[in-house]
């Protein structure tokens, strides 16, 4: 019982790693990375999760099924149909403030389903004086492959667009 413990803690933590870094699409900046560089990333943290989960005696093939879920998900979502979509769909949300959901067939055929829960508002620290607003937001994307969940914070800027807080011009 003690070592199923351990293995659902260490599995829970690689995994968490892998979504919230392995598959990260933009920097601590707020630049954009490449595809490559998302693909890279993916990779290299599907492979730390694989070899965590195995060296805590997880079972083969659920432990291939997890580190290869989450990329396989961001794939599907990695063209421009489905980035405009999901960024009308994430622009709504925040402007309403009100939970947004959406389902459409992608480009290849398969369902996606889009989930995206808004968080109540609060003033950013460093900007308090100016007025900057910012809120919680919770995005759950399901493809073929699985479902990836990913929380952000978006701020609104003094012209209304709301925008990653690493972008906030204060």
Sequence with gaps: MHQLVKLFIACIVSLSLFFSVGCATTNAGGSAFTSEQVMLRCVGSGALAYGVCLALKGDEKRCLAAAVGGC???????????KERLAALRQRTLEQGVAQQDEWNGDDGNLRKASFTPGADFPLASARESGVVCRPLKEDLSASAGTVSNNSVYCRNRDGTWVPQSSVSI
Excluded: E, M, S
């Excluded at 396989?72 to 489905?82: H, S």
């Design 72 to 82: 396989a998900v961001w794939l599907a979502y990695n063209n421009a149909r489905d």
